[in-house]
């Protein structure tokens, strides 16, 4: 069953803009995760955050997370055209010695020069 | 280079033949997956391994058929498959069991079935 939903499926900015992208997920996690794709090519991991976490940063990354609102969101701060990519988040379905992640769809960023 | 490669990149095969997909990581990992991607569908899980056992097939058709002779390999083995079956074929390890773990994923093999 797909647990995360990101929002917005795809989103268009300038460089040097700010990019939020939400995902929502239905049942309880350990854990969630963002992943950025290139096209057609293999997801690369961002940023792993603990559900007892409420954010996290690397970089120009900033992830939050509420579990009370079962949500997620991934802030990409100064962005740039290599930031042009499908971005998807993914978590496991909070059961003890969980051995699967489930992905959203994906939201679809573009970074205009 | 995420340390698991994948072979071939590119594959088109007609639907009577057999083919293999390959996986290699160089990371130390003792979880391996396959994931299908298709044009507008999430990311689907199709089988997990642990330790070269099977611990997850995530109701896949029989024409698929994964085989794990080892912790670093994985391959998926295909035959008489059918045209919605063409989509990024995805391999991924990771230290141990997906949830608190970041996955390594390959680039993918882009199967189309013709």
């Known amino acids: 069953s797909q647990q995360g939903e990101e929002d917005p499926q795809a989103l268009s900015i300038q460089e040097g803009e700010n990019a939020t992208m939400n995902c929502s997920y239905k049942?309880?996690?350990?854990?969630l995760q963002w992943y950025r794709q290139n096209s057609g090519r293999g997801l690369v991991h961002l940023i792993l955050?603990?559900?007892?976490?409420r954010e996290k940063h690397s970089g120009r990354l900033r992830v939050t997370l509420d579990t009370s609102k079962k949500s997620s969101s991934l802030l990409i701060t100064a962005s740039r055209a290599a930031d042009t990519a499908s971005y998807f988040c993914?978590?496991?379905?909070?059961?003890?010695?969980?051995?699967?992640?489930?992905f959203g769809q994906g939201t679809r960023l573009t970074i205009n020069p | 280079e995420t340390g698991v490669t994948q072979t071939p990149r590119h594959l088109v095969m007609g639907m009577t033949n057999k083919k293999s997909l390959k996986c290699e990581q160089h990371?130390?990992?003792?979880?391996m997956y396959w994931y299908k991607q298709s044009a507008k569908k999430p990311l689907e899980l199709m089988f997990v391994?642990?330790?070269?056992?099977?611990?997850e097939n995530n109701s896949v058709p029989s024409r698929f058929s994964p085989e794990c002779p080892n912790s670093s390999h994985l391959f998926l083995h295909l035959h008489t498959l059918q045209p919605e079956d063409s989509a990024l074929y995805l391999c991924?390890?990771?230290?141990?069991?997906?949830?608190?773990?970041?996955?390594?994923f390959g680039p993918g093999t882009r199967l189309t079935v013709t």
């Open positions: 991924a390890s990771s230290l141990g069991l997906a949830g608190d773990y970041e996955q390594y």
């Open positions: 049942t309880s996690i350990n854990n």
């Open positions: 955050i603990r559900s007892n976490e």
């Open positions: 993914a978590t496991d379905d909070g059961v003890g010695g969980a051995q699967k992640l489930v």
């Open positions: 990371l130390g990992h003792n979880a």
């Open positions: 391994y642990n330790f070269k056992e099977q611990t």
